[in-house]
Structures are given as structure tokens and as C-alpha cells.
């Protein structure tokens, strides 16, 4: 069974449980599809709101690409959960590739909030003022998310002896950052945050 399928308390019961996974990235794309959720429903109340039908075909287009996106990261959440068990059983032979995919996934998971992000701006300067403060809510999950994701990135390439792959996760991951803070700083203006 799919991580997106259990239930929340059997997905936080299994994370609080013995077994390894699913952990720290699985945890933070379902996180990061929380964030998208959110930013997904003022959408739909927007577009729903006569008085908005000027904004209706963007939000449309964002609802959607928000919808596709949080599919993207709940499996990336099980692809996270395999990446951790492939590494723990992998032969040293093998442990260069495993840790390569251990940190590939959590670059994807971080990449997939930059699109929630992305369109959080277009939400919060859009969307329905009620609603608004929901889809800076999912900004915030979003960025938290994507934040942990790099972090994995960055700790699961130390020692690893392949400076050309470590050199260019470095840099997505640092790319992934810098457009994450200058979206969510916008989010922040949008919904007219103090920070």
C-alpha cells in the first residue's frame, strides 16, 4: 500500500515506529503535498466565485498543475521510502548508486514544493482574500518541505567520492533555494505578511 493511501494515523503511527521508513523524505512530500492541497482549494473556491471570473481561467490552470503536482510528491514519498530501503541493503559495490538515488529523490521532492511555490504566488495575489491566508498556510508547508528536502540532499552527499555529482546537486539544490525564497517572500507580500 501506497504511502497516499494509508490513513494519517497510519502514516504518522508507521513513521513513529521501529522501521526505517518511511522517514524523513517521505515525511517531508507528503508535507509538501499538504502545501499544495492548500494552495489547490482556494483555487476551486475562487474560480467558483462569480465576482472572480476575470482570474478563473489562471487559478483553473493553477488548480490543476497544483492537483498533478501533489500526485508528483506523494509518490515521490514512496519512491523516497524504496531510495532509504535500496541504500540500507546495497552491497558496498552497489552503495555508490544507492546513495546517488537516495539523494536524486529528495532533490525531486525539493523541485515539486518550488512548483507549489511558484504557484502560491498566483494564488495569494489572485485567490479569494478569505481564503488567501489557507494557500500562504501551504506556502509555509511548502517551503519547509522543500527546506528539509535540500538539507537531505546536502547531508547525503558529504564524503561522496564523485565531485562531478556532488558539484551538480550542489547547484540544483542551491538554484531550488534561492527561487524558493524569493517566491515565498512574494507569497508573504501577496497575503501581506510581516516578517
Known amino acids: 500500500m501506497s504511502y497516499g493511501e494509508r490513513t494519517i494515523d497510519q502514516f504518522l503511527s508507521d513513521i513513529a515506529s521501529a522501521d526505517v521508513t518511511p522517514a524523513g523524505g517521505s515525511a517531508t512530500a507528503v508535507v509538501g503535498a499538504t502545501g499544495a492541497a492548500l494552495c489547490e482549494m482556494v483555487c476551486i473556491h475562487t474560480v467558483a466565485k462569480a465576482d472572480h471570473a476575470d482570474v478563473a481561467a ?58 507549489v511555490l511558484d504557484h502560491a504566488v498566483v494564488v495569494t495575489e489572485l485567490g479569494t482574500t478569505n481564503a488567501v491566508p489557507d494557500a500562504a498556510t501551504g506556502a509555509f508547508l511548502a517551503r519547509s518541505a522543500l527546506q528539509a528536502a535540500v538539507f537531505t540532499v546536502r547531508y547525503n552527499v558529504r564524503g561522496m567520492d564523485d565531485p562531478s555529482f556532488v558539484a551538480k546537486m550542489e547547484e540544483r539544490a542551491a538554484d531550488v533555494e534561492s527561487d524558493s525564497d524569493a517566491a515565498f517572500e512574494q507569497v508573504l507580500a501577496n497575503a501581506g505578511a510581516e516578517r
Not at 530501503?85 to 537516495?102: G, K, N, P, V, Y
Request: a negative charge; charged letters at 35%.
Open 58 to 115: 489562471t487559478l483553473a490552470d493553477s488548480r490543476d498543475e497544483l492537483r498533478a503536482t501533489r500526485a508528483t510528491l506523494l509518490d515521490l514519498a514512496d519512491r523516497d521510502g524504496e531510495a532509504v530501503d535500496a541504500l540500507l541493503a546495497a552491497s558496498d559495490e552497489d552503495m555508490a548508486a544507492a546513495t546517488r538515488r537516495a539523494t536524486g529523490v529528495p532533490l525531486a521532492i525539493a523541485e515539486a514544493c518550488r512548483t
